[in-house]
C-alpha cells in the first residue's frame, strides 16, 4: 500500500479489530487474490464492506497459505462505518460462509496493526499416524503410516528454544527480513487415535518456517535424523540441508499476542 493510500486510510474515523477462524481448505491462503482465485480476505473484505457501508482494506497479523487453517487469526481496518462495536460479529457472520468465521470485534487505538503491533505467535501443527489414513482428518493434519517417536523429536525441537538463525528452515521467496528468532515453547504431545501436535510459539516465523521444521522433525521421528543431525542442520543456516516442506493442511495459527 502506497504511503499517500495508507494515510487516507488511518485518516478514517476507526480502527476495527478483529479475531477469527476459519477452515483454510477451500481458499488460496488469506492474502487477497484476484479473482476468480479467492482467498479468505476478498471474501472477508467483501462482506465486512457490505456491514459498513465503507471500502475496506485489511492488515493481517499471518498471511497463511492456501489450505492453512486459523484459530486466531487478527486483522484490522479503518472505516467510517458507524455499526456499533457490538454488533459487528453476529452482522458479519449472517454473511460469511460457513468455513470463516468472526470471534470477536473491538475497538483499537489508531496506531495499531495487527501486522506491525504483534509480539509473539503460537502455532500447530497435525500428524495422523495409523496403519490406513483416516478419511475425516485429510484435510486437517498430515497422514504419515508409521509411528513416529516422540521422544527423540522432542529431544531435537529442545534444541531450537531460545535465540537462533533459523536460515535453514526458511523458503525461498519470503520477505527479506532477519532470520533470527527467539522461540518460546516447542513440544510435541500425542492425542487421541494416533493424532500428534506440534505447537510452537515464537517471537516471529520466516516464510514456511513451522512447515520446514516439522518436515524435519518427522524425519527424525522416522530414526532417518537423529536429533544430533538436527542440530548441525540448524547450525548449518543452509535450506538444502534440512527437509522437505510438511504439507500445508496440517497447519493452523493459533494466537496472537500483543502487548
Known sequence: MKKEHKEMMKARARNIRLLLAYDGGNYHGFQR??????????????????????????????RTDAGVHAYGQVVNFFTNGTIPTERIVRAVNSLLPPDIVLLEASEADREFSARHSARSKTYLYRVQQGE??????????WYVRQSLDLAAMQTAMDGILGIH????????????????????????VEKANGMLEFRFFGSGFLYHMVRNLVGTLVNVGLGRITPEHFQEILAAKDRQQASATAPPQGLYLCRVDYD
Open 132 to 141: 490406513v489414513p483416516d478419511p475425516f482428518t485429510r484435510r486437517y493434519a
Open 165 to 188: 538463525d533459523f536460515s535453514s528452515f526458511r523458503a525461498a521467496g519470503g520477505a527479506p527480513v532477519s532470520p533470527v528468532r527467539t522461540m518460546y515453547e516447542a513440544s510435541c
Open 33 to 62: 487474490q484476484t479473482p476468480p482465485v479467492m482467498a479468505v480476505q476478498n471474501v472477508l473484505e467483501e462482506k465486512l464492506a457490505v456491514v459498513f457501508g465503507d471500502s475496506i482494506e485489511l492488515a493481517a497479523a499471518g
